[in-house]
């Protein structure tokens, strides 16, 4: 959606072609080719929403009961101790957190960036 506004579509409105419109303006295959992506990307999200629920609800009517056992390797035990510490290890999880946060940070004030160049203030 950022790549087509920059190309100059229009947001919030059904049809970008301008159909039924008086002066009509042809926006460059680039943007046709965001949007086209951006459908897609929303068919693929709303698939794997429904796949989750599908799995979810599946499992918790239809799937096999574990009991009050715990699973197989997962003890209290072994999960919070490692070596002389008491909690788990996660750099992992850490790193992921750390690159997303970044991501977003520079995603946020890029957009301000864009923003200030096409409204101005005098």
Do not use: C, Q
Request: charged share 15%; glycine share 14%.
């Amino acid at each position: 959606m950022m790549g087509a506004g920059t190309l100059g579509v229009p947001r919030r409105v059904w049809d970008i072609t301008g159909a039924d419109a008086a002066l009509k303006y042809d926006y460059s295959g680039a943007a046709y080719l965001m949007m086209g992506l951006n459908g897609i990307s929303g068919v693929l999200a709303a698939l794997g929403g429904l796949a989750f629920i599908v799995i979810i609800v599946g499992s918790v009517l239809f799937g096999k009961r574990t009991g009050d056992k715990p699973l197989e390797g997962l003890t209290m035990t072994t999960a919070t101790k490692y070596g002389s510490a008491e909690h788990i290890r996660i750099p992992g999880t850490v790193m992921l957190v750390a690159v997303f946060f970044t991501a977003f940070v520079l995603y946020y004030f890029v957009n301000w960036k864009y923003l200030a160049e096409v409204w101005p203030l005098r």
